[in-house]
């Protein structure tokens, strides 16, 4: 069993579909024409899932295509190789780095801050004016 981090905006956006399907059955999600569980991905493929890329512009792609999407953007905003590792699945963060390595910046405005700072504090701390 994994555990992932929801982020505020997937749990705001579950709490909205459970605020919408609530009265209809027992699911957050169903199918809408039945109001029952739905019975595979392939019947959602095939109506809800590629209605909902037609309305947002983008072309077709399988759903588990988004972890890929989750994760390279994750990457690209800066988030900890580590912490999308685990989000993941991934048993070592360098698989996550290798499959999804071109997403990481590579520079940022402040690469190297940190280091220099530790480093200026040590030599501040051991040469004392």
């Not at 957050?28 to 590629?50: C, K, L, M, N, Y």
């Not at 890929?68 to 988030?79: V, Y």
């Amino acid at each position: 069993m994994r555990e992932v981090q929801l982020l505020l905006p997937a749990i705001d956006a579950l709490k909205a579909q459970r605020a919408h399907t609530a009265t209809a059955c027992e699911f957050v999600f169903h199918d809408p024409r039945t109001s029952a569980r739905w019975g595979s991905d392939q019947s959602i493929r095939a109506g809800e899932w590629q209605r909902a890329l037609r309305k947002a512009g983008v072309r077709y792609r399988y759903p588990y295509q988004m972890r890929h999407t989750f994760a390279s953007q994750a990457l690209s905003a800066g988030e900890n190789v580590m912490w999308v590792a685990r989000q993941m699945g991934h048993r070592d963060w360098t698989i996550t780095a290798k499959k999804y390595g071109r997403w990481i910046p590579s520079m940022v405005p402040d690469a190297g801050a940190k280091t220099a700072e530790v480093w200026l504090a040590a030599s501040a701390a051991a040469n004392p004016v």
